[in-house]
């Protein structure tokens, strides 16, 4: 998680607008504990400071991810782990889909990282890779929208395909809508 703090960074200092935010894909540290090898990282940063993604280490382990620049507090982790909280996505201008999280804290202590796991997850990478103008997230506590930004499709692509390839993540039959 180190590297994708890093390039976070990175991404902020290039990121002059959402315009103008683009797609980046990068394979995570290798965890031998976990059993899973290293996660592959394909990611979009706003002007804002948020960004959104999604990494994987197989078709069984794949996440879409959201990490705010908030910084938390031991108060705000708390609630977060009690109360319900979805990632929000809009891909193009087709409905909203909204998929169950989780909130903790970054490894670094300095933002919160929302993070869906479930099934719908591999359909919506799908549709963020085949996405033509816009995808549009957000963070969804106690039925209040927060940290709602488009990212722009460009690159998305070419940022997910190695995801779609190196996990092995089949085509959905049905698509998000």
Request: aromatic share 4%; with cysteine; net charge positive.
């Amino acid at each position: 998680m180190r590297v994708m703090a890093g390039i976070l960074a990175a991404g902020l200092a290039m990121a002059a607008s959402a315009a103008h935010a683009q797609w980046i894909q990068m394979k995570g540290d290798d965890d031998p504990f976990a059993g899973r090898g290293a996660p592959l990282i394909a990611l979009s940063i706003s002007s804002i400071g948020t960004s959104v993604g999604f990494r994987c280490t197989g078709p069984e382990d794949v996440a879409m991810i959201l990490v705010t620049p908030e910084r938390p507090d031991a108060d705000t982790q708390a609630l977060l782990r009690l109360v319900k909280v979805k990632l929000l996505v809009i891909i193009d201008d087709q409905p909203k889909v909204a998929l169950a999280a989780s909130a903790q804290a970054t490894p670094d202590g300095k933002q919160i990282r929302y993070e869906a796991d479930e099934d719908g997850v591999t359909e919506v990478l799908h549709a963020v890779a085949g996405a033509k103008r816009r995808v549009a997230a957000a963070v969804e506590v106690m039925g209040k929208t927060f940290y709602s930004q488009s990212y722009q499709a460009t690159n998305s692509r070419r940022a997910l395909q190695p995801l779609i390839t190196g996990c092995n993540l089949a085509a959905p039959k049905s698509k998000v809508n």
